[in-house]
């Protein structure tokens, strides 16, 4: 029987960038908050020995160990879903901190055409452009709402950047400027302008200078080592969780950190949540921990295997299109195009987020009357570091194995640059999350089982945006170019990005979403659940910044939640609309 602690005003389940953000908020605020991790805790200095590619990058020493917790993956409802035993389509961060702590840095806000999507489209192409079967949907707040909260998640982390010429004009510039355009970048920018792009530095949260953020946190001027992503950055100078918000609870007195605590339940008595049941991974010992609110902010998939385990929210039903927890589900699908040249560059030195990029096929910036999709990507070249395990490419036609791949990797491995893009990804009715029938994780509890294929919609724009960079590649020189294809389905395996989305999505109707504009569930009033799987689509940038914005307007919300009580939006109305 587990053992019953003393009750706290909040209890914050998952210490990522989401949950270390609202303990810092509402601890500065004079509440009680508990926060429960099921990783261990560590330091900046923890990490000076982290130059080892194949320790975390090939061998994942960050992430949630598989062993332990996995999901389960199929593509479609006849087949049986299978274990994950490695790691490859996303990643499951652990430790204080979970993916904030290995993440590369790039820090965008969504558009404000992500957050309206099926209004604007309808408006501008008619109901018919949105393809049947695909769950588009508004999300019941507007860019112009959440505006306020994206520059303090910027100034929190020392955001390095500079105005986006097809992005919304901002209200202030970023706290810290660009990172430095090396010779390899300068190349990507002048082939962008020859073909009429506007090239502009990607928003970093490797900091191009020292910044003091407005809680009193120290972060460091990036040293560009090139090892960012799945790395933890021994000089701090990658705002993270550990360097910012974690620090800025403590000092206040009012925040408790319990680690080897794996949350496995909310506990709901009598209609009512009462808090939170979790195991000490160490001692195997179960203890229940009471709240007044609770909030969920683990991984994508964690926060709706979570709720579906509590039976909170109602389960989405692919056949009838009802329920919502599970809804949703999208990946974040990456194009790649390597060229090879006949010179060379100097790309060993780098930072996770140091890249040049454009905005002309992301969103709605160009015209889509003709065109089978909706929506485009950001495309970037990144200067990340080089490293010779995993990005280690030869031309095609190539054996990876040999005589003649030694010498063709040698060469390419100065001679080659890939250029990517960040895609739009729509949601459609066979995507989504639920609890698996057949295998459990090392508690006895379902898994969580993933059912996702690839798309018609998804096949359209890869193969549009996989164009546009080749041509980019091309201009600057290329001599050959190695396009990525997608496969007849989706696979686990081999990798895209670990920036997954939905299972508990935001929304103006509770029928068709988790939670409200405050990421507080319909529900259930005192629970709020806050991350990319409040997303109810992939857009075409990398979703923290995003994720962090909800989460100070989350905390603003949990504050007036603790003053009365109440449901803090009613359905149909959109946040910045009353």
């Not at 959440?146 to 992005?167: A, D, I």
């Amino acid at each position: 029987m587990a053992k019953e602690l003393e009750k706290t005003d909040v209890v914050v389940a998952g210490l990522g960038w989401a949950g270390s953000i609202v303990a810092a908020e509402l601890s500065k605020d004079g509440k009680n908050v508990i926060g429960l991790e099921r990783g261990t805790e560590k330091k900046t200095e923890d990490y000076l020995t982290a130059h080892d590619e194949y320790r975390y990058s090939v061998g994942h020493e960050m992430m949630q160990d598989l062993s332990k917790e996995t999901i389960t993956y199929r593509n479609t409802d006849d087949e049986e879903a299978l274990p994950m035993r490695r790691y490859g389509a996303f990643l499951i961060g652990t430790d204080v901190g979970g993916g904030g702590v290995h993440w590369n840095g790039d820090t965008w806000r969504y558009h404000p055409y992500d957050f309206e999507i099926k209004t604007m489209t309808e408006e501008r192409y008619g109901e018919d452009k949105i393809p049947e079967d695909y769950l588009v949907q508004d999300w019941g707040i507007t860019y112009e709402e959440l505006e306020p909260y994206f520059l303090r998640y910027e100034k929190n982390s020392g955001v390095s950047g500079e105005q986006n010429p097809m992005g919304p004009e901002r209200d202030a510039p970023y706290p810290t400027p660009p990172l430095k355009e090396t010779p390899v970048l300068t190349e990507y920018k002048e082939a962008c302008e020859r073909l009429g792009y506007q090239p502009f530095m990607i928003p970093a949260s490797t900091i191009s200078e020292q910044f003091v953020n407005p809680d009193g946190q120290t972060i460091n001027a990036c040293q560009y080592c090139g090892f960012c992503e799945k790395f933890g950055c021994e000089w701090g100078a990658k705002s993270s969780p550990i360097v910012t918000t974690i620090p800025t609870a403590k000092e206040t007195g009012n925040f408790e950190l319990r680690t080897h605590a794996n949350v496995v339940e909310i506990v709901k008595e009598d209609d009512e949540v009462t808090g939170v049941l979790y195991i000490d991974t160490l001692t195997q010992e179960e203890f229940f921990q009471p709240a007044d609110v609770v909030v969920v902010t683990s991984h994508t998939t964690n926060n709706t295997k979570l709720l579906l385990h509590s039976g909170l929210g109602t389960p989405y039903d692919p056949e009838t299109g009802e329920g919502a927890v599970g809804k949703n589900y999208c990946l974040h699908i990456t194009p790649q195009v390597t060229g090879f040249f006949d010179k060379e560059f100097n790309t060993a030195t780098g930072a996770g987020a140091l890249g040049i990029c454009i905005d002309e096929f992301n969103v709605d910036n160009f015209d889509h009357t003709d065109l089978d999709f909706i929506h485009g990507a950001n495309i970037a070249l990144k200067q990340t570091g080089k490293r010779p395990i995993e990005q280690n490419v030869v031309p095609p036609g190539v054996k990876n194995w040999g005589a003649e791949f030694k010498k063709e990797s040698i060469k390419s491995f100065t001679q080659s640059l890939s250029s990517h893009a960040q895609m739009i990804t729509l949601p459609h009715k066979n995507n989504y999350l639920s609890l698996d029938p057949t295998y459990k994780d090392d508690y006895g509890r379902p898994l969580l089982r993933l059912t996702y294929d690839l798309t018609d919609h998804d096949r359209a724009v890869h193969d549009f945006i996989g164009q546009k960079i080749e041509e980019i590649l091309v201009e600057m020189g290329a001599v050959e170019t190695d396009r990525r294809e997608l496969t007849e389905h989706f696979d686990i395996f081999p990798a895209h990005n670990d920036h997954i989305v939905g299972g508990t999505i935001i929304g103006a109707d509770p029928e068709t979403s988790v939670v409200n504009n405050y990421l507080q569930m319909w529900d259930e009033d005192n629970v709020f659940v806050i991350g990319g799987s409040n997303f109810p689509h992939n857009g075409g940038y990398n979703p923290t910044g995003t994720v962090g914005a909800f989460a100070y307007r989350a905390a603003e919300g949990i504050k007036m939640y603790l003053e009365d009580n109440r449901q803090l939006a009613e359905a149909g109305e959109v946040a910045g609309a009353n």
